[in-house]
Nanobody, 127 residues
Framework: QVQLVESGGGLVQAGDSLRLSCAASGRTFSRYCMGWIRQAPGKEREFVAGINWSGGSTVYADSVKGRFTISRDSAKKTVYLQMNSLKPEDTAVYYC????????????????????WGQGTQVTVSS
């Protein structure tokens, strides 16, 4: 079973950038689609970005398209989320998650598809 640990969150100002990292353990990491999901206070979890097993395919929520970039380094067993032009509405706890049960090619935008989760990292964007 893969385990996930996020890092890189923090407090920034609007317009700044942050890079989140998700370190994975377990030999099967490279087979899975990976995603970043966020949850703002009082709101449901929201899909942000996903990447397939090879890194050759990515999917983004409309709200972050053009500002966020997801990538993965299989040798380092790490998934990244580069966040540029941050807005106050990006404030949330960001979770790294793996879709371990449906194959590694089709990226789901549904948070229900992700069955392995990290503990989350807080991102706060001030105006």
């Amino acid at each position: 079973q893969v385990q996930l640990v996020e890092s890189g969150g923090g407090l920034v100002q609007a317009g700044d950038s942050l890079r989140l990292s998700c370190a994975a353990s377990g030999r099967t990491f490279s087979r899975y689609c990976m995603g970043w999901i966020r949850q703002a206070p009082g709101k449901e979890r929201e899909f942000v970005a996903g990447i397939n097993w090879s890194g050759g395919s990515t999917v983004y929520a409309d709200s972050v398209k053009g500002r966020f970039t997801i990538s993965r380094d299989s040798a380092k067993k790490t998934v990244y989320l580069q966040m540029n032009s941050l807005k106050p509405e990006d404030t949330a706890v960001y979770y790294c998650a793996a879709d371990s049960s449906r194959g590694g090619n089709w990226i789901s935008k549904s948070v229900l598809a992700y069955d392995v989760w990290g503990q989350g990292t807080q991102v706060t964007v001030s105006s």
